[in-house]
């Protein structure tokens, strides 16, 4: 057989799901990404990219050095301050990280977390994509939180520092104090 009679067809690419929320009843605040990027998948931690901004805008937010802690007192941290994370996307082929490359993706099922969290008072999506598919996937019910829509903490999303700062920095009208 010649190699011109070779058919290469090329692997089909598995798809890539989320982690499970990080939440308690205490929550009042539920941050929103779209799905993990490959370094969060690889490290099965919510923002592993070195480059991700987003432990040092909640270090900022929380008034805590979460970069400092260990990544299970991360999220024990935040669940200390009422924050909960989870993803838009329950799994999706995508090559890459980019959220631009997301396809044929399901939804989590945002309605059942929303109905567990009874101290629930808003909702912020980190980044465009998050809130473009989140909106959607939540439909009527988003009515009922205070929605914030936050520049990506993804060094993808080039905005400086400082701005996603002032942006992310509104976090703090939800934020429960770990001494209360």
Same mark, same amino acid.
């Given at each position: ?22 939440? @308690? ?45 260990? !990544? $299970? ?13 989870? @993803?838009?996307? #329950? ?26 969290? $009874?101290?629930? @008072? ?33 060094? #993808? !999303?080039?905005?400086? !520092? ?19």
């Amino acid at each position: 057989m010649s190699s011109s009679s070779i058919l290469v067809t090329p692997l089909t690419e598995a798809r890539k799901r989320s982690f499970a929320p990080v939440v @308690d009843e205490n929550v009042r605040l539920l941050i929103l990404g779209s799905l993990p990027g490959e370094v969060s998948l690889a490290h099965a931690q919510y923002y592993a990219h070195p480059q991700n901004r987003f432990w040092s805008l909640m270090a900022e937010v929380t008034g805590t050095d979460l970069p400092a802690l260990s !990544y $299970p007192e991360r999220l024990q941290t935040l669940l200390t301050h009422g924050i909960g994370l989870w @993803d838009v996307v #329950a799994e999706a082929h995508r090559h890459g990280s980019l959220d631009g490359n997301i396809r044929n993706h399901a939804h989590n099922d945002l309605l059942g977390l929303l109905g567990s969290l $009874p101290h629930l @008072d808003a909702i912020a999506f980190n980044g465009g994509t998050a809130a473009r598919i989140g909106l959607k996937a939540l439909q009527d019910e988003a009515d009922h939180y205070r929605i914030v829509r936050l520049p990506s903490s993804s060094p #993808a !999303y080039t905005l400086p !520092y400082i701005d996603k700062l002032k942006a992310w920095c509104m976090l703090r009208e939800w934020i429960t104090s770990p001494d209360k």
